[in-house]
């Protein structure tokens, strides 16, 4: 199973920037879908999670600016970044949780490669 994430980028404070993220190989279902940031000098931060149902938790950091989604058949998760300040700059991942793949038993957890998402002031 690999997660590839893609939409970083440098964008001025106040801007938008959408990330997504697509998991692929053989994958049977996904429970979770999550992103998070690090920051330099940060320990990785969650920002959103969302599960198959749809229900999703933010940040209290992220609320009312960022908003994700997801598309359980192109197992892609969406980070919609609106109103960005510069503390949202960080690499930001994805996260897969609980996914069942090909005839590999059991669930187990992904990560992405991280994409650089930088805001100047």
């Known amino acids: 199973v690999q997660l590839q994430a893609s939409g970083g980028g440098l964008v001025q404070a106040g801007g938008s920037l959408i990330l997504s993220c697509t998991a692929s190989?053989?994958?049977?279902?996904?429970?979770?879908m999550a992103w998070y940031r690090q920051a330099p000098g940060k320990e990785r931060e969650l920002v959103t999670i969302?599960?198959?149902?749809?229900?999703?938790h933010y940040a209290d950091e992220v609320k009312g600016r960022f908003t994700t989604s997801r598309d359980n058949i192109k197992n892609t998760v969406y980070l919609q970044m609106n109103m960005m300040k510069p503390e949202d700059t960080a690499v930001y991942f994805c996260?897969?949780?609980?996914?069942?793949?090909?005839?590999?038993?059991?669930?187990?957890?992904?990560w992405g490669q991280g994409t650089q998402v930088t805001v100047s002031s």
């Open positions: 996260n897969a949780v609980g996914v069942r793949a090909g005839a590999r038993l059991g669930y187990y957890d992904y």
């Open positions: 969302i599960g198959m149902d749809g229900t999703t």
């Open positions: 190989g053989n994958i049977i279902s996904i429970d979770k």
